[in-house]
C-alpha cells in the first residue's frame, strides 16, 4: 500500500540551512505536501508541489521532488529558532485529495 | 485571514459515551475532511464529506463514526460508543482547489 517515509528528527545550528527529506511510495501521487506542527498547534500548510514539477521555491523554503526516485525534500535557509517544529511530508493521489501522511520529522535548533 | 476552528480543545470522555467534536471550516470551502492522530502515531485519514455526503471514508470509520453538516457552517464528527482506541486528536480541515487547511484539532481521551 501507499507509505510515506521521513526521518523523526533533524539538528541544526541557528543560521545553517535545513533539508528534511521524504520518500513515498505511490508513483500515482499528484500533489505532495509539507506541513509544520508547533507545539500545541495544529497542521499549518507550509507549501505543496505539483507531481510534474521538479523544485519549487518560496522565501526561504526550497521544495526539491524527485519522481524517479521517489523523493521530496524540504530545505529551510537561514534556519531561525521560530522554526522549531515537527515537519510532516504528506502525498494526495486521487481527486478525492485525502492525504497520506508521514511521521513528521522534529527540527531542533542548536543556537 | 479566514482559519477552521474547533470546539472542544480537549474532550475527556467515559468508555461507552457518546461524543461529538465540530469544526467550522473556511466558508467558501466546500470538501471537508476528518484526520486522526493517536499519540506517537502518523496522522491517518478517516473521512471525506462534499455536497452533504461521505465521498470518501477508511477503514477506521466504522458503524461507530458518522459526519454531518447540520447547518450550513458546521460540520460535526460523532462517535457512538467511544473505545480506550479512539483516544487521539482530531483535526478537521477544509479544501479549496488542491490546498486543505486544517484547524488546531480536539484532544480526545476517553478513560
Known amino acids: 500500500g501507499e507509505d510515506v517515509e521521513q526521518s523523526l528528527f533533524l539538528s541544526v545550528r541557528e543560521g545553517d540551512s535545513s533539508v528534511i527529506n521524504c520518500t513515498y511510495t505511490?508513483?500515482?501521487?499528484?500533489?505532495l505536501y509539507w506541513y509544520k506542527q508547533e507545539p500545541g498547534a495544529g497542521l499549518q500548510l507550509l507549501t505543496y508541489?505539483?507531481?510534474n514539477m521538479d523544485m519549487k521555491q518560496d522565501q526561504r523554503l526550497t521544495v526539491l521532488l524527485n519522481k524517479k526516485d521517489k523523493h521530496l525534500s524540504l530545505r529551510i535557509a537561514d534556519t531561525q529558532t521560530g522554526d522549531s517544529a515537527i515537519y510532516f511530508c504528506?502525498?494526495?493521489?486521487?481527486?478525492?485529495?485525502?492525504?497520506?501522511w508521514g511521521a513528521g520529522t522534529k527540527l531542533i535548533i542548536k543556537p | 485571514e479566514p482559519e477552521v476552528t474547533q470546539t472542544p480543545s480537549h474532550q475527556v470522555t467515559q468508555m461507552g459515551q457518546e461524543v461529538i467534536l465540530r469544526c467550522v471550516p473556511i466558508?467558501?470551502?466546500?470538501?471537508f475532511y476528518w484526520y486522526r492522530q493517536i499519540l506517537g502515531q502518523k496522522v491517518e485519514f478517516l473521512v471525506s464529506?462534499?455536497?452533504?455526503?461521505?465521498?470518501?471514508k477508511s477503514e477506521i470509520f466504522d458503524d461507530q463514526f458518522s459526519v454531518e453538516r447540520p447547518d450550513g457552517s458546521n460540520f460535526t464528527l460523532k462517535i457512538r460508543s467511544t473505545k480506550l482506541e479512539d483516544s487521539a486528536m482530531y483535526f478537521c480541515?477544509?479544501?479549496?482547489?488542491?490546498?486543505?487547511?486544517f484547524g488546531p484539532g480536539t484532544r480526545l481521551t476517553v478513560l
Open positions: 480541515a477544509s479544501r479549496t482547489y488542491n490546498e486543505q487547511f
Open positions: 464529506f462534499y455536497n452533504n455526503e461521505i465521498s470518501e
Open positions: 466558508s467558501n470551502h466546500l470538501y
Open positions: 508541489i505539483f507531481s
Open positions: 505511490d508513483s500515482s501521487s499528484t500533489y
Open positions: 504528506a502525498e494526495s493521489k486521487d481527486s478525492n485529495y485525502q492525504l497520506i
